[in-house]
């Protein structure tokens, strides 16, 4: 079933367009970066769906702060300019560039 196997996807994995090495998230799912905070579209509708087979690079275009959730990082699709909300991580560099 998809949702057991959800928890896999929080693993490290090396950014496709600055190189550095992400470990997993302590408390979150890690879905971008945390150097320059780029993403790739692998999601279609759902957070983690990992439905959508475009694979292009997600630029991180704004950021949203929401009391529930924290910060919110705006991402948009370089490919296909569909645009995606993601929870920023707890270890993420250059917020303060977005915000
Ligand atoms: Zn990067
Ligand atoms: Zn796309």
Do not use: Q, W
Not at 46 to 59: I, K, L, N, Q, Y
């Amino acid at each position: 079933m998809a949702r057991k196997d959800f928890k896999k996807f929080n693993t490290g994995f090396t950014c496709v367009s600055c190189k550095t090495e992400n470990p997993p998230a302590l408390r979150s799912e890690r879905n971008h970066c945390r150097k320059c905070l780029r993403s790739l579209h692998v999601d279609d509708e759902t957070p983690g769906d990992r439905a959508s087979e475009c694979f292009g690079v997600m630029e991180p275009i704004g950021l949203e702060y929401s009391g529930a959730k924290g910060y919110v990082i705006l991402h948009r699709c370089e490919k296909c300019a569909k645009t995606h909300r993601n929870r920023a991580a707890e270890d993420d560099e250059r917020l303060d560039r977005l915000s």
